[in-house]
């Protein structure tokens, strides 16, 4: 384990959220590496000991959790602390900060830099003006957006930064798979 790496737990957005997110962000910032749309369940951090630990330790709670929907919010932004574009997870976000509580323990325990707030990240600009201009963008776009405005929160994904902006999934997180196998097998 290199104990310079950062982890992340993340959920990602496949459908007509995502999309939007991805093609706006490589309008926005097109220097920047493709990132996949996610929201995040416990932002980066560094392992309080290996890999495999703290996987296991995902696996065990996420088990416990039955998957939810969660409906999106505004267009809203964290600037002057960072400049970062986003959309609000607006209902039911309290099911999201539950979630983070419950897995930010052992070897994933980490005192956050800021509150945690469940978000769609749209796009990091580097200076706060840029961050404004997307942040106009984005609101235009998102009240012009006509697809369906929730995003299932069941499947996750534990990741590793390799570099900046560089992340790489380490393994997939059913939530509730304990009780999808049992119904699954009752259902044949």
Not at 5 to 27: P, S
Not at 28 to 57: D, I, N
Not at 58 to 83: D, K, Y
Not at 91 to 96: L, T, V, Y
């Amino acid at each position: 384990m290199n104990q310079l790496q950062r982890y992340a737990l993340v959920a990602y957005v496949k459908d007509q959220v995502g999309e939007f997110v991805e093609t706006l962000r490589k309008e926005l910032h097109p220097e920047l590496p493709h990132l996949a749309a996610h929201v995040t369940l416990l932002p980066p951090r560094f392992l309080q000991g290996p890999e495999s630990a703290a996987l296991e330790t995902l696996r065990r709670h996420c088990q416990q959790v039955e998957p939810f929907e969660v409906s999106l919010g505004e267009v809203e932004t964290f600037i002057p602390v960072t400049p970062t574009v986003f959309i609000r997870v607006a209902h039911p976000a309290h099911r999201m900060r539950e979630l983070h509580d419950l897995l930010n323990v052992d070897g994933l325990a980490n005192s956050e830099e800021w509150p945690y707030m469940p978000h769609l990240t749209i796009v990091k600009m580097g200076v706060e003006e840029q961050a404004q201009y997307a942040y106009r963008v984005a609101r235009t776009r998102w009240a012009e957006f006509d697809g369906y405005r929730s995003i299932d929160i069941r499947d996750l994904t534990f990741v590793r930064e390799e570099g900046p902006y560089r992340w790489t999934d380490v393994g997939a997180i059913a939530l509730g798979s304990i009780n999808r196998a049992q119904h699954s097998s009752q259902r044949r």
